[in-house]
């Protein structure tokens, strides 16, 4: 007898995503040595959306992927999967 395959809680997809999302941003970050300020003026935001996204606190959005791209210098990688390493910032070639 197979097992019947577990569908996913959106809740709990939606929480990983947003804490993938964070890690990305906070090694892109910290890979280019910039302080959350610096980062803060570069993509126009405050340092608090910047300190919540990296604490996992918000969802990604196209258009936010977007512009933390541009404020990084980088493209941004996805996989299918849901955990951290699904979504990374890498750099534009020198």
Same mark, same amino acid.
């Given at each position: 007898? $197979?097992?019947e395959p577990?569908?996913?809680?959106?809740? $709990?997809?939606?929480?990983?995503?947003?804490?993938a999302?964070?890690?990305a941003?906070y090694?892109r970050?910290? /890979?280019?040595g910039?302080?959350v300020a610096e980062? /803060?003026e $570069?993509?126009?935001?405050t340092?608090d959306?910047?300190?919540?996204?990296?604490?996992?606190?918000?969802?990604?959005?196209?258009a936010?992927?977007?512009?933390?791209?541009?404020?990084?210098? /980088?493209?941004? $990688?996805?996989?299918?999967g849901?955990?951290?390493?699904?979504?990374?910032f890498?750099?534009h070639a020198a």
């Amino acid at each position: 007898m $197979r097992p019947e395959p577990q569908i996913e809680d959106p809740e $709990r997809i939606m929480i990983r995503e947003a804490l993938a999302f964070g890690k990305a941003l906070y090694d892109r970050r910290t /890979a280019l040595g910039l302080s959350v300020a610096e980062l /803060a003026e $570069r993509a126009d935001m405050t340092e608090d959306d910047v300190e919540c996204i990296e604490e996992g606190g918000t969802a990604p959005t196209v258009a936010l992927l977007r512009r933390l791209a541009a404020a990084l210098n /980088a493209d941004v $990688r996805l996989t299918s999967g849901h955990d951290l390493g699904s979504v990374w910032f890498e750099p534009h070639a020198a």
